[in-house]
């Protein structure tokens, strides 16, 4: 079953990239490999089917100098400080950009994505969750598969309760 459902995953990937590719949209619906967490019955963040909030950002980016211009200065800030010496803010390129909303958010919880680029351990990748006019770091981890672990805090999943957020992967 396990090797089935990988299969499954491989192909929808290939299959995102190749309609990306062709329309030059921004990514398409990420697979989220574990949307349910252990100690809660639901799905603590899901992705939209409608993304047109994500479409709308990569329009803008588009328009922008680099990638990251988009984002206020005081979070292109923390992003430099969290950048190794030799990575420039300005050679991030969103590889992501992904419409969410969260069901609940009474506790923090760990969400794992599915992209159709497959990061690694060595790359620079940075989370921002973009929400109205709040935007929040989150921290993340790239696993072993090439999938993206990312940390959404109490306050970003309280931003998203009501509203639509969009998750942006800054990565070199």
Known sequence: ??????????????????????AGSPSPKPIVVNPVVEELEEAVVTV?????????????????????????QE?????????????????LVASEL????????????DVTFGFTTEYTADQTVINVLKVED???ILDNTVNDDGTLTVAFTVDALAAMKDNTGVM?????
């Open 48 to 72: 939209l089917e409608d993304q047109s909030a994500a479409e709308a950002l990569a329009a803008e980016m588009s328009a922008a100098d680099y990638d990251a211009a988009v984002l206020k």
């Open 75 to 91: 979070t292109q800030d923390a992003i430099t400080a969290l950048l190794p010496e030799n990575v420039d803010i300005k050679e």
């Open 168 to 172: 942006i992967v800054l990565s070199k």
């Open 134 to 136: 709040t935007e929040i």
């Open 1 to 22: 079953m396990k090797k089935i459902l990988a299969l499954l995953m491989a192909a929808m990937m290939v299959l995102s990239a190749v309609s990306a590719l062709a």
């Open 98 to 109: 992904v419409a969410l909303a969260a069901i609940k958010s009474d506790k923090p919880v």
